[in-house]
């Protein structure tokens, strides 16, 4: 299993970024796909996830990113994204995504080696 | 939502010996719902226990997990230079998931 995530950069506060973790090694179209953060210094903090296709690919979300960050799937590319809007200082962290297994209650089984966004103006 | 608490916040012990790490729950939870991952400085987290008790693959027998209903531990056998690092509970049985706030493993 292999997860490589990037995007990220430096962003203005209010500005968007949107990251990718490009994944191999295993079956990713019915995958649960997890993103998690980690801000400086900080432990971690799961951001939201996308089930697999066989449960319609539905997302959930944090309370402090829903409704600026989107998470969604491109299963031909093995491709899992994260776009971020309305980005705040707050968000400052690294991304890490992390795969979920196939159905609910999978522990966070394989993690890439995280992306860095920094949001300061 | 239920919170995850880590004691200690730091652990300050000498290669070879014995380590507890302590997650409580702020409510019951299912055991069935409960890892434990490592974090190297640097590095990524890694999944170490599930289950409350069952090891990740490639894991070392020397890490064990145990407990339930509100009360989990983390126990690592006898330390190795490469164990000193954060560790973190987390519950996964619905969202949000949740973490605990890390225990550091520091070479005493």
């Known amino acids: 299993v292999q997860l490589v995530e990037s995007g990220g950069g430096l962003v203005k506060p209010g500005g968007s970024l949107r990251l990718s973790c490009a994944a191999s090694?295993?079956?990713?179209?019915?995958?649960?796909m997890n993103w998690v953060r980690q801000a400086p210094g900080k432990g971690l903090e799961w951001v939201g996830r996308?089930?697999?296709?066989?449960?319609?690919?539905?997302?959930d979300y944090a309370a402090p990113v829903k409704g600026r960050f989107s998470i969604s799937r491109d299963d031909s590319k093995s491709t899992l994204y994260l776009q971020m809007n309305s980005l705040k200082t707050e968000d400052t962290a690294v991304y890490y995504c992390a795969t979920g297994g196939y159905i609910s209650g999978w522990p966070l089984d394989h993690w890439g080696q995280g992306t860095l966004v920094t949001v300061s103006s | 939502e239920i919170v995850l608490t880590q004691s200690p916040g730091t652990l300050s012990l000498s290669p070879g010996e014995r380590a507890t790490l302590s997650c409580r729950a702020s409510q019951s939870v299912s055991s069935s719902y409960l890892g434990w991952y490592q974090q190297r400085p640097g590095q990524a987290p890694r999944l170490l226990i599930y289950?409350?008790?069952s090891r990740a693959t490639g894991i070392p027998d020397r890490f064990s997990g145990s407990g339930s209903g509100t009360d989990f531990t983390l126990t690592i056998s006898r330390l190795e230079p490469e164990d000193f690092a954060v560790y973190y509970c987390q519950l996964y049985d619905r969202s949000p998931l949740t973490f605990g706030g890390g225990t550091k493993v520091e070479i005493k």
């Open positions: 289950g409350a008790s």
């Open positions: 996308i089930k697999g296709q066989t449960v319609g690919g539905a997302t």
């Open positions: 090694g295993f079956v990713f179209n019915n995958a649960w």
